[in-house]
């Protein structure tokens, strides 16, 4: 077994808990439950030894750093075991050393350098370098056991999505989502490839990152203006065009039964959209249905004030559901569900 720590966004762990969930699921089969430490500190284990190359890191948007554990324990037997976990050929590195650990009696009494040895002696030629080194070791403590725990990192967050938030975007509206939360979203659905579709897809917040992460993608919106802008945005970051845009109410059937292989989208919530109503949600739904494959998922964006989950109740089965607080009149909820 090896036990795997986490540092996940602590602007919504648990979002950021669920996508990871999703995503290991998707590609090793296998369901996991990541759990706190203290604050963004998570940690799960598995029979899976992961390398930096593992393709869904690089999907990630609410995990910021994924790191093996090497040491967890006391003071007394650090420096025997970590030495043994070391790997020789590293040249360079650095410490990380978090909060938890900057304020422990350990830390303060022993120093940086007692803790940095253990890697000096160990590699045949160490070079401490904080801008660019082969190897991290990240450094935290936990109170309640009085334990060090000291990991090496394979994975840092490019946050490439940056470069996609509404701001970067050619074209955007004040209700569009934020580019990281359309990346788990499109993460949530449980696919490694395939076509994915949004019909409200307004301006492309969700389609643009199903595209980043080399989906073929097919959008549909009621307004001309947005699904322009849409296109506008696509060409802008990927010099190229989703597979199909249609001008479409949602409540008419717009795609082909069964050739959907995930469908995400963030509804229209009545305060800026144009449509409103249980009427458009529940038709949206049953045409669905109709489009995704059988056992295919459904992720959907919905404000709290929409009496929504019981419609998905009624006609697919809930996998998972998380918010994110947008402001004091506002949450939005995503849920998860499948076509069954
Ligand atoms: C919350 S916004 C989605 C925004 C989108 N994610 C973006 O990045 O711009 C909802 C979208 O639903 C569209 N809409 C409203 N009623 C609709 C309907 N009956 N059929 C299709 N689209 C509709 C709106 O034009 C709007 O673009």
């Not at 449509?275 to 739904?285: S, V, W």
Request: net charge positive.
């Amino acid at each position: 077994m090896v036990t795997y720590l986490l540092l996940l966004k602590g602007t919504n762990k648990d979002l950021a808990s669920l996508e990871f969930e999703i995503l290991f699921k998707t590609y090793y089969g296998e369901d996991i439950k990541l759990k706190q430490i203290r604050n963004t500190l998570f940690f799960f284990s598995t029979n899976k030894v992961l390398t930096r190359q593992e393709e869904f890191l690089k999907r990630l948007s609410f995990t910021n750093t994924v790191s093996k554990l090497l040491f967890k324990g006391k003071i007394e037997e650090y420096s025997k075991t970590l030495s043994s976990q070391v790997n020789p050929c590293m040249e360079s590195f650095a410490l990380r050393i978090h909060s938890s650990f900057a304020n422990s009696s350990v830390y303060k009494e022993k120093g940086l350098d007692y803790f940095a040895k253990a890697m000096w002696t160990v590699m045949k030629k160490p070079k401490i370098d904080l801008n660019d080194p082969q190897c991290v070791y990240h450094f935290h403590y936990d109170e309640e056991k009085n334990e060090i725990l000291c990991s090496e990192e394979f994975f840092e967050n490019s946050k490439d999505y940056l470069q996609r938030m509404p701001t970067q975007r050619p074209f955007c509206k004040p209700y569009t989502i934020k580019s990281d939360l359309a990346r788990a979203s499109v993460n949530m659905l449980g696919l490694k490839t395939g076509l994915i579709c949004d019909p409200f897809c307004g301006t492309g917040a969700i389609l643009l990152e199903a595209q980043s992460m080399g989906f073929e993608v097919v959008g549909n919106d009621i307004s001309y203006k947005d699904l322009m802008g849409y296109r506008a945005n696509s060409f802008h970051f990927f010099s190229g065009f989703p597979s199909l845009l249609t001008l479409s109410d949602s409540r008419e059937l717009v795609f082909k039964e069964k050739s959907i292989g995930g469908l995400v989208t963030d509804i229209p919530y009545g305060k800026s959209s144009r449509k409103l109503g249980t009427e458009l949600y529940e038709q949206f739904l049953l045409n669905a249905k109709k489009y995704l494959k059988n056992g295919a998922r459904l992720v959907v964006i919905y404000a709290n004030f929409l009496e929504f989950e019981e419609l998905v109740k009624k006609h697919y089965k809930v996998l998972g559901q998380a918010e994110e607080y947008i402001n004091k009149s506002m949450t939005r909820r995503i849920i998860v569900a499948e076509n069954c």
